[in-house]
């Protein structure tokens, strides 16, 4: 039987390189979209650190660039389309709302599409996000509650899921977005709460650092493993129907929590390091994540594996490792 092939954008970004894993062991030929850079080789970092750096095929294409995408969608003629592509910082997405808006709202749309004017029968994911909820409207959050985002990043990513969901109920487009909670893994980037707070812990344990500036503490995530979400990626498109799925832990811990899981991990007491930084603020907060993923357990089958703790120590223990062979 041929291989099965799968294109993802995003491939450089931390879900591209553990979804591309999965998908290779699987057997796939996965096809990575990565945007052209003159920095010769930091794109395939992440992949490199798993160790598959050279089984992806990474293709030039730019998420704005419609002809590009559908070309590449064109050559490939894939089963399965993952976009994961998107200014992913929320933070950022106050000073570049344009940019967001074109990359993690209107891309959605080029892919979108790429896939039905050259591959209409590709099984195609959209990377939606539990930002959509922002103002959460129920205290729990499902498929069915209400979205109210509260920032240029959430509109722009509803925008997205709408548009998936438009696309399967205007041209029958095998479709599904995914409603991911917060992922993190040691692969996530420096800027988010989650490696920010493990790569300062590590530093700060050899002696590299001596405090950890931090914005709101009191906002709760419902942290989850990367390597578990991406499975649930692959799981919604091998359904028979397109759908769209809360993925999540149904666990909410604070940003204090966490950053104290972290400190205690080294045996560290992280009063002594945190200085609260007005910088780290945000214009409008989400102050509380919490989802309900009984959808994707019972139709897809899917349940996390990987537990907060043993995710944290995993983090910590990866960016020690970082920092001692940058130092040896
Ligand atoms: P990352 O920020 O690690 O990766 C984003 C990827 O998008 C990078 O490969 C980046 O390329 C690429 N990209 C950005 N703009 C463009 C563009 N114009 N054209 C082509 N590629 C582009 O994100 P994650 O891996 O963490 O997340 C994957 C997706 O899931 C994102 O869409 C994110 O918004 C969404 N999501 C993530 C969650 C999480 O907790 N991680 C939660 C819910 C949704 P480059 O390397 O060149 O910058
Ligand atoms: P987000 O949920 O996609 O915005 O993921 P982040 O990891 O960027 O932020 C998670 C939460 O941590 C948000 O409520 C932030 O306000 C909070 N937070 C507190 N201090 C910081 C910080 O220094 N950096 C980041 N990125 N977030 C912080």
Redesign the pocket.
């Known amino acids: 039987m041929a291989k099965k092939c799968a294109v993802i954008t995003g491939v450089t970004g931390q879900d591209g390189a553990y979804l591309s894993q999965l998908l290779l062991g699987k057997g796939y030929r996965v096809i990575g979209v990565a945007r052209r850079s003159s920095h010769y080789g930091m794109a395939t970092h992440r992949l490199d650190w798993l160790g598959i750096g050279g089984q992806v095929e990474v293709v030039d294409g730019d998420l704005l660039d419609l002809g590009g995408m559908a070309r590449i969608i064109r050559d490939a003629q894939p089963d399965e389309v993952y976009n994961l592509a998107a200014q992913?910082?929320?933070?950022t997405s106050w000073d570049q709302p344009v940019l967001t808006s074109q990359a993690t709202g209107v891309g959605v749309t080029n892919m979108l599409e790429a896939v039905r004017l050259e591959a209409p029968g590709a099984h195609f994911y959209q990377a939606s996000?539990s930002?959509m909820y922002g103002l959460i409207q129920e205290p729990i959050q499902s498929e069915k509650t209400p979205f109210y985002p509260r920032?240029p990043?959430a509109v722009a990513k509803l925008m997205g899921h709408w548009m998936t969901v438009n696309y399967r109920e205007s041209f029958g487009l095998h479709a599904s977005s995914g409603i991911l909670f917060?992922h993190e893994s040691p692969l996530r980037g420096l800027?988010?709460?989650?490696r920010?707070v493990t790569d300062a812990v590590a530093r700060i344990k050899l002696g590299l650092a001596t405090e950890l500036?931090?914005?709101?503490?009191d906002?709760t995530?419902d942290w989850g493993h990367a390597k578990d979400y991406v499975r649930a990626m692959w799981l919604m498109l091998q359904q028979e129907t397109a759908d769209d799925y809360v993925v999540a832990t149904n666990r909410t811990v604070s940003?204090r929590a966490f950053v104290e899981a972290a400190f205690a991990h080294v045996d560290l007491n992280p009063d002594k390091y945190i200085v609260i930084?007005p910088a780290?603020?945000?214009p409008a907060?989400?102050?509380v994540?919490h989802g309900n993923a009984d959808k994707a357990k019972h139709k897809l089958g899917w349940t996390p594996e990987i537990t907060l703790e043993q995710m944290i120590g995993e983090m910590v223990d990866a960016d020690m490792a970082r920092h001692r062979k940058a130092g040896a």
């Open positions: 992913s910082f929320v933070k996000s930002e920032s990043y917060n800027e988010f709460v989650t920010k500036r931090m914005g709101n503490m906002a995530r940003v930084d780290f603020m945000r907060e989400v102050e994540l």
